[in-house]
DNA sequence: CCGCGGTACTGGGTGTTGCTATGTACCGGT
DNA sequence: ACCGGTACATAGCAACACCCAGTACCGCGG
């Protein structure tokens, strides 16, 4: 993927983590290789932490410290009641997007 | 719109006005006021202005200044060869994600 | 026993992008 | 003469994903 790709993951990242953690709880190194397997190839490491911090930050999501067998203790995020709304508006602005793109791609208007 | 739509613009904003052009020729005030038409009621004007100053840098479109009879010169856009390859390159790459998203949002995994 | 690779998290600095705010300029109607 | 609508430009800001380097914990092979 390149420059526009990673462009256009601004915010919806966000939104997919939020996804994500709303089927299950997860941690960071989990998180980034589930989304490397499917397809977000290129997915920096780092991006994943900063984005669960930030998250964290603003409250929507819980955090436990689980210890590891092959390592340093994971940090397993769940999903709150304030992730799962930010979540449901998520979904909204994105069908919205969704709507309008469809729209332009068919050629309507 | 709030915090989270605008940053979910971002990258897609250009694909959308790339799509815009790919229709037919517009200039800036125009192209502003359709998409505040169609939805993206919160969008800066002089977002669009920075964004075909940067798309016309990469040498995505031709411009033709055109006198307006209600106001200064227009300056009409139209999408070249170049931006008819990058449009597509978008496409590609927001089918994608779309791809991936409805799969999360149906649960599939 | 010690390095090495895999696991797991952290933090500083960079570039792109959309927004805010402001300014310029042209025109017609009152 | 002024005001509002048309039309463009741009300097400064914040958010986000990236790059890169570092820390730490573990088991295994030499």
Do not use: C
Request: hydrophobic share 40%; aromatic share 8%; glycine share 10%.
């Amino acid at each position: 993927m390149g420059r526009q790709d990673t462009e256009m993951l601004k915010g919806v990242l966000e939104g997919i983590v939020l996804a994500i953690l709303a089927s299950r709880p997860a941690y960071g190194y989990e998180i980034t290789a589930r989304l490397r397997e499917q397809g977000f190839t290129d997915l920096a490491e780092g991006t994943i932490y900063a984005l669960l911090v930030r998250i964290e930050q603003r409250g929507l999501v819980d955090v436990e410290k689980v210890p590891s067998e092959k390592g340093p203790p994971r940090k397993v995020y769940s999903l709150n009641a304030q992730g799962r709304e930010s979540l449901t508006e998520f979904w909204r602005t994105w069908s919205f997007l969704v709507e309008r793109l469809e729209r332009l791609h068919d050629g309507k208007e």
